[in-house]
Structure formats: C-alpha cells, structure tokens
C-alpha cells in the first residue's frame, strides 16, 4: 500500500471519529472521498477510485464497530428489560 492511499484511510477514520457521537460525520467521511475525487478529476484530469474506496474503508473502520456495538447493546437492552 502506497503512502498516499495510507493517508486516504487516516483522512476517512479522522473524519468519521466524531460520528462516535454525531452519525452525520460517517456521511460527511463518505461525502469528501468522492468530493476530494472530483476536485482530482476537475483540476488534474485524473480520478482514482482506488483513493475514494480507501477513503471510506478509513470510514469503515470507526462506523462498522460503532454500530455492532449500538446493535449489541441495544439489543441487550431489549432482552434484559
């Protein structure tokens, strides 16, 4: 994995670390790894999907586990009761 693709998965988990608390950040992650691709393409001529995808397995890495554990304790919530 090259530097560059490393970076886009840090930018996507800095991104969505605050959709901890505020789910609109994990859209926001999703939002700027096309938004940042798009700019690519408009300035450079060039588009990398491969940039925008590790961008949001950067976003992956902080949602998937937040809403397992939503999942879980909501549903432990529910039989418990």
């Given at each position: 994995?090259?530097?560059d693709l490393?970076?886009?998965?840090?930018?996507?988990v800095?991104?969505?670390?605050?959709?901890?608390?505020?789910?609109?950040?994990f859209v926001?992650?999703?939002?700027s790894?096309?938004g940042?691709?798009?700019y690519?393409?408009w300035?450079?001529?060039l588009?990398?999907p491969l940039?925008?995808?590790?961008?949001?397995m950067?976003v992956?890495?902080?949602?998937?586990?937040c809403y397992l554990?939503?999942?879980?304790?909501?549903?432990y919530?529910?039989?418990?009761g």
């Amino acid at each position: 994995m090259t530097q560059d693709l490393i970076l886009h998965v840090l930018a996507g988990v800095l991104i969505a670390l605050p959709g901890i608390k505020w789910r609109i950040f994990f859209v926001l992650g999703i939002i700027s790894g096309v938004g940042k691709e798009l700019y690519d393409l408009w300035d450079y001529g060039l588009f990398d999907p491969l940039d925008m995808l590790y961008t949001f397995m950067g976003v992956a890495i902080v949602a998937i586990p937040c809403y397992l554990t939503r999942f879980i304790l909501s549903y432990y919530k529910s039989t418990k009761g």
